[in-house]
């Protein structure tokens, strides 16, 4: 139920038509999973805050330091040497009090990364990672979560919604092959101006509070965008039926979620990402 105060700071978002109390009200008994609070992290973190999604769980194992604040926008100079999931527990509670926050101060892995998961309505990979993100892909998959996932490197980024509980592909069936090269992918090593990782992270909390509020949302694609000629297209994205995370046989199978579907098409992605 919306207070008197809840319509007034909502207001301009609940005069959507589409969206209204309904979406609101959606959005604030929702529990979102927020993974990496870096350069795509940042800026989602505070627009889900912002927007009145209810709990928010925010891990980050890193510290803040002072080469991330070119781009890492949840971050100020006082927090260096903080935990990054504190530092933007700090910020996103002075900018909304009603919304319930949990810093998880460690790289999620095995038990933890699965209580994380568990419970949430949504997960959103804001990793750098390929490690990272197949394990919260096979820790969605088993607690029935969707994955939404953005990568953003030098211009270049993209993004995806994993909704394989809403029967769409996982993770691994857009990268079936292992993070060969990930460590070059790195921003340390390429670079990455901070509007673009700004714009990405920008882009995933937009599809996190449609998808939160039951409004249509980026499905069964893939967004790429580049960012210098401001161009972009989307790719088809399907279930693997050899899917080694949601194929027959594997432990999504096994738990009554097996895919179907048609072979990806053969195309390579950047798939580094910024933190």
Do not use: W
Not at 234 to 262: F, I, K, T
Request: with cysteine.
């Amino acid at each position: 139920m919306l207070t008197d105060a809840d319509l007034l700071r909502y207001s301009r978002q609940l005069l959507l038509p589409d969206f209204g109390i309904a979406g609101q009200e959606a959005l604030a008994r929702s529990t979102v999973l927020i993974v990496g609070l870096g350069g795509l992290g940042s800026p989602a973190a505070l627009y889900l805050t912002a927007a009145g999604v209810g709990h928010l769980r925010l891990a980050d194992g890193d510290i803040v330091e002072v080469s991330n604040l070119q781009r890492q926008v949840i971050h100020d100079e006082a927090g260096l040497g903080l935990n990054k999931a504190v530092s933007a527990a700090r910020r996103l509670a002075a900018l909304n009090s009603a919304t319930s926050l949990h810093a998880i101060e460690q790289s999620l892995q095995g038990a933890v990364l699965q209580d994380a998961v568990v419970g949430a309505d949504l997960v959103l990979d804001a990793s750098d990672r390929f490690a990272t993100r197949y394990a919260l892909n096979r820790a969605c998959l088993q607690a029935r979560v969707p994955l939404l996932s953005a990568a953003a490197i030098r211009f270049e980024g993209q993004l995806a919604l994993f909704d394989t509980p809403g029967g769409g592909a996982c993770y691994r069936c857009l990268y079936p092959l292992g993070g060969a090269g990930d460590e070059s992918l790195a921003c340390a090593e390429n670079g990455v101006l901070g509007p673009v990782v700004g714009v990405l992270g920008s882009l995933q909390a937009l599809e996190a509070v449609k998808f939160l509020a039951g409004l249509k949302s980026l499905h069964d694609e893939v967004l790429m965008m580049d960012l210098r000629s401001l161009s972009q297209y989307r790719l088809r994205l399907q279930r693997r039926p050899d899917c080694a995370d949601c194929g027959p046989g594997s432990a999504a199978q096994n738990a009554g979620q097996g895919a179907q579907g048609v072979p990806l098409a053969n195309f390579s992605p950047q798939a580094g990402s910024e933190s």
